[in-house]
C-alpha cells in the first residue's frame, strides 16, 4: 500500500474484484503495461482477475465497417466479463469501444442491449478508474522526466479522459509536465488507417513529433498503445531521443522492468549512464 | 465537376509533396480555430446556442415538405419565382432559360456550393454566358480554373504570389510592372476590376445560407458585400440553394447565424447579412425586378430517408473542416469534388456515389474533433463508419482488409486459439529482434511496409501477457 494516498471513505464500500481487459496490443507487444495496470490496482485495494477468454474488444472490425464479427466479438466480451464488479482496461481506445459502442452495435437487440449497457457501466479506463472510482489522489513514485502527454483521441473525446492522467502524475517527484501545441490534434495511428493511408498518416505524426520537440521534453507518456508506438517508431526513424512510456508504467514505479517503447536494453542502459 | 475522388491516393500524395500547398496549411491551422476557440470562451451560452441551433434544424427536416410549401407560397406572395429541380441537370437548364429569356451575356456571381455542385460556370461558358464570380477568393480560382478548396475560404490553398501571378496575367489593362506584393494593393486591383463587371451583368447568381419559409425571403452571409451587389444591381436576380437551406421563422434564422460565424470564422456576425424577400416594389430605389428561387435536391430527399439524414442540418460553416488533421495534411483538392474534409467524406459519397468516392470514408481516425466542434453535433465520424460499413456489406472494401479482418476475427472469437496464435507470432517476432543487435525495434519488416516505410515498429517482449500471467499463476476468475 505503500506510496498512494488512499481516502477510505470516498472507496467503494468491498473489496471490488476488478476484470483486467489486457487490449490486444499491451498482450502483444507490451506486457510490462499489463504488469503495470495489475500493480496500480492491487495497490488502490482490488483484487484483480484476468479472464482467460478474453481476446480482442473488435474495434477494427467495426471501424471497418464489418459490423457482423464486430458484434461477435462484443459478445465474447460481454460473456467474458460477466458478474465481475469492474473491467479496466489500460487503454482509452478500447474503452471508448466497449462503453460508447457496444450499445450502439446492438440497439436493435434489446438482449444484448442490456448486457452492452450493463458492461458499459462497470467499465473504466485505467486512470480513470484509479482516479474517479477508487478515488486514489495523486500516486506517488519518482521518476527524473521532463515530459509532454498524448491525449488520445478516443479517450479524450469519447471518454473525456485529461485531467485524471495528469492529476494522478502529479505525485512523482521529478517529474515535469511540458503542454504541447495542439495537444487535442491526432497523432496519425487511427489502426488500419496508418497502414492505409501511410503518406497522410506520416505527415499527421510528423505535426506530433515536432510539437513534442518543441516542448523540449525528453519522456512521452500517454495511455493508449497505438498512439504511443506510432509515435515512438516516427521519433525513432527521425533519430529524437525522447523515451516513450505508457502512462502505468511510470504511475506504477516499474520503468526499471522493461526499456521504453522501441527501445532494447542496452539503449536503456545507456540512457541510463547518460 | 468532374469528380477526382477515385484517385484520392494519387491527389493525397501529390498535395503532400506540393511545398506551397503545405505551406499555406500551415498557416490556416492557425487561422479559424484559433479564432473560433475565442469566440466560443466569449460566449458562455454556446453549448446552449448550439442545441437550440440543431433543434431548429432537426424540426425543419422533421417537417420539410410543409416549410418548403409554405416558403414557396409565400416567396411567390412577394413575387418570387420559385423553380423546383430534382438534379443538376434540370437546375442547369432553368437557369439557362431563365439567361435567355433575359437575354443576359454577363453574369455576376456571388459564391455558392450548390453552383459548384452543379457545375455552373463551366456549363454557361460553354453556352456562350459569361459567368463573373464576385467572391474574391472565388475569383482567384476562376481566374486560375481551379475549384474552391474550402467551402468558405475557396482559395486558402494559394499563396500571395499565386494570387499576384494570376492578376498578371490576366489584369491586362494594368501595367506589368506595377507593384503587387500587398495584399491591399491586390485587393484594391480586384475591386476597381469586379466594380466594372458587377455594372456590366445583366443578371446575378447567388447561393443561400437559409430559406425563411414564414416570410418567403432568402438569408445570405458574406464579407466582402459582393452578395449584395450581386443581388442588387443585376435587373435579374438567380438564388439556387438546396432544400434542406429552409428554417421556419426569422428567429430561427437569426439563432442559426448566431452559432454561424463563430463556428466558421470566429466572427460574432459576418459582415453582411442580408435578409431578400422578393423583387423591387413600387418605391423602392433599387433591387432586381425578377427574382428566382431554384430548389435543388440533387440527392437530398434520398438522404431524409435513410442513415445520413443528419448531415441534412448541415449550415456549412466549415468548421469540421477546420479541425480536421486529415484536410490540414491534404488539403481540399485531393477529395475530389465539390467539398471536402469531414463534412464532404460524408457528403460526397452520398452524392456522386460511394464506388466513385470509396477512399474518403476510409481516410480518416475517427478522432472525433470534427462532430465536437460541429455546430449542428453532426455525427461525423459514426456516419463515416456507416458509409464503411455499406462498403464492407457491399465487398467494396480491399480484399486484403477483408480478408485480414476475418482471419483476425475468425481467431479472436476463438480465444484458445487466439492465445496460442498469438505467442507463437509474438515469440517468433521477439526471437527475430533479439536476433537484431540493436534491438528494441524493426527498421523494415516484410509484408509491413504500410508501417515500417515511414516508421520504426517496436518488437513484441517475446511473450504475450497472457502466457506470463499462466506462467505467473495469475487469478483467472
Known sequence: ?274 | MDSTAHSFVDNAHRALHDAKLQHSLGRFKEGFPVKRRAAVDRMPEFDALREAAREIKDHAIANLDLYLERFTERAEANGTRVHWCTDAEAARQRVLEICRDSGARTVAKGKSMIGEEIGINEFLEAEGIRPVETDLGEYIIQLRHEPPSHIIAPAVHLSKDQVADAFRSHHRDYPETRPLEEPEVMLAEARAVLRQEFLAAELGITGANMLVAETGSVVLVTNEGNGDLTQTLPRVQIVIASLEKVVPTLEDATTILRVLARSATGQDLSVYTTFTTGPRRGGDLDGPSEVHVLLLDNGRTEMLGNEFREMLRCIRCGACINHCPIYAAIGGHAYGWVYSGPMGAVLIPNLIGIEEAGNLPNASTLCGRCEEVCPMQIPLPRMLRQLRDRQYRARNSPAAVRYGLSGWAFLARRPALYRLAMSLGVGGLGRIGRLKRNGGRFRRLPFADGWTGTRDLPAPAGKTFQQMWSERGGRRQ
Open chain 1, 1 to 274: 500500500m505503500t506510496g498512494i494516498a488512499l481516502h477510505s471513505h470516498d472507496m467503494p464500500e468491498h473489496r471490488p474484484t476488478v476484470g483486467l481487459f489486457v487490449t490486444c496490443l499491451v498482450d502483444l507487444m507490451r506486457p510490462a503495461v499489463g504488469f503495470a495496470a495489475v500493480k496500480l490496482l492491487e495497490q488502490a485495494g482490488c483484487d484483480v482477475v484476468v479472464p482467460a477468454a478474453q481476446t480482442c474488444c473488435g474495434q477494427p472490425a467495426y471501424n471497418a465497417g464489418d459490423v457482423a464479427d464486430a458484434k461477435a466479438l462484443a459478445r465474447g466480451v460481454i460473456d467474458a466479463f460477466a458478474r465481475i464488479d469492474y473491467v479496466v482496461l489500460p487503454s482509452g481506445s478500447c474503452g471508448g469501444t466497449i462503453k460508447v459502442h457496444y450499445p450502439e452495435m446492438f440497439a436493435d437487440e434489446p438482449a444484448w442491449l442490456d448486457r452492452a449497457r450493463d458492461l458499459a457501466r462497470r467499465t473504466f479506463e485505467l486512470t480513470t478508474f484509479l482516479s474517479d472510482v477508487m478515488k486514489t489522489g495523486p500516486i506517488a513514485g519518482r521518476l527524473e522526466a521532463a515530459t509532454a502527454y498524448h491525449d488520445s483521441c478516443s479517450g479524450l473525446r469519447e471518454l473525456g479522459i485529461r485531467e485524471q492522467p495528469r492529476a494522478l502524475l502529479s505525485g512523482i517527484q521529478g517529474l515535469e509536465l511540458r503542454e504541447m501545441d495542439e495537444a487535442e490534434a491526432c497523432c496519425g495511428f487511427g489502426g488500419l488507417f496508418c497502414v492505409k493511408y501511410p503518406e497522410i498518416s506520416e505527415k499527421m505524426v510528423d505535426v506530433k513529433v515536432d510539437a513534442i520537440a518543441a516542448t523540449g521534453a525528453d519522456h512521452l507518456i500517454g495511455g493508449d498503445m497505438g498512439c504511443l508506438m506510432n509515435m515512438a517508431g516516427r521519433l525513432q526513424r527521425r533519430g529524437l531521443d525522447v523515451h516513450v512510456r505508457h502512462v502505468a508504467e511510470v504511475l506504477a514505479g516499474t520503468c526499471a522492468d522493461a526499456p521504453p517503447i522501441g527501445e532494447s536494453e542496452t539503449s536503456q542502459a545507456k540512457t541510463k549512464i547518460a
